[in-house]
Each structure stands twice: as structure tokens, then as C-alpha cells.
């Protein structure tokens, strides 16, 4: 099994635990993306903690991965297009404490089993999921997640690359929950297990093998 590596600037809240290396996760350090070699990774995870421009301008690096079947999973607040299809992230008007989160896929493996309720409250605090959404999406993707009004935060596109992108709207949905001790914390989990699915999926449907 290859690892997945999440990708940000070397801060506190970017450094991985030992469950996290256990679970197959490496850190890869957002200024030596261009010099690594991401045929050994079955995903990429790239947090809100990086630099936008440093990215865009090594987007054929990105671009290169997805060709081959990669799978990148952008939990980023886009305002630059270094991800193929992603738009601009956007602040919701609705206030945090009034905004839903609505799983509009339920039955997709990355949400199977939790409950809307657990990503919606934090401890009875609302808020913590995502504080914006996307301009749009692509033509085909899949939205997996939105708020009250329908606009996207989560989507799956498996068409505009040789790969998979999922984007999230600037919500660090693998670490964010981790701890809570209700439904939300198999989410890290079932996070990795879509991103090596994917992977693999794509590597069957015609991807070069990485």
C-alpha cells in the first residue's frame, strides 16, 4: 500500500501524529512539491495551510499526477486556478451560527454512516465545517455536500482528468473532527479509504500506472 501524503507549510497545525503515519498519511512540505515523486502516493491531500501562487505555478506538477490517475483531495479556500475545474472559494453570506450543512450524498463512501447532525455541531457550537463554497463546479462532477441555500462546499469530479480531484471548501475535514466521539470522527477514516479507492479504480479504467 502506497502513502497518502498531506501537503502544507510546517506549522503546528499541519504536523502529523503517529496515528496519522500509522494510518499511511507522510507530510510533504508545500516547497519541495515540485521536487517529489508522486508516483509513490495513492493520494494527495492538500490542506488550507499552503501558498496559492507557489502552487499555480507549478500546477503541470498537479496536472502531471492526475494525468497518470492521482487522486487529489484540495481542502484549500481557492482563489487561483492551480486545480483543474476548481473555481474561486467564496465566503457564504449566512452566518455560521444559521448555516447547515447538507449531505446531499449520503450513501457515497466518504459520508457512509455519520450524521449530518455531528458535522453541523461541535461540542453544541455550530460553525466548524466550512465557512464558504465554490463559484461553481464542473460540468459533470458530483456534489457531495452543501448548505441550506445549495450552494457546493464538497464535490467529486471524475471526469475532467485522468484522475479524481476532490475539493472542499476550505475545511480541514480529515483533522477537524478526528477526536469527537460521535459519527464525525470515522471520517478521517473513510476520508482515506475514497482517496485509495480511487485510486485504484483509476489505475483499472486506463491510468498509467504510477
Sequence with gaps: MKPIAYVGIDIQFARLTEEDRNRGLVFLYLYDLPHADLRKFEGIIITNLVEELFLLEHKA???????????????????????????????????????????????????TGIDAYDLNYRKGVRGFFSRGYFEGIPQHAKVLVTDQSGVPIIYVDQHSTN????????????????????????????????????????????????
Excluded at 473513510?190 to 483499472?204: D, F, G, H, K, T
Aim: aromatic share 10%.
Design 61 to 111: 506538477v498537479l496536472d502531471d499526477y492526475l494525468a497518470q490517475g492521482g487522486v487529489i483531495f484540495s481542502l484549500t479556500e481557492t482563489s487561483l486556478p492551480w486545480l483543474t475545474g476548481v473555481s474561486n472559494w467564496k465566503r457564504s453570506p449566512i452566518p455560521l451560527k444559521d448555516r447547515e450543512i447538507i449531505i446531499t450524498e449520503p450513501e457515497h463512501p466518504l459520508f
Design 163 to 210: 484522475g479524481t480531484i476532490f475539493a472542499g471548501a476550505g475545511t480541514d475535514i480529515y483533522r477537524v473532527f478526528i477526536d469527537e466521539d460521535n459519527t464525525s470522527s470515522k471520517l478521517s477514516v473513510q476520508m482515506l479509504a475514497c482517496i485509495r479507492e480511487e485510486y485504484s479504480c483509476n489505475q483499472v479504467r486506463g491510468g498509467q500506472a504510477l
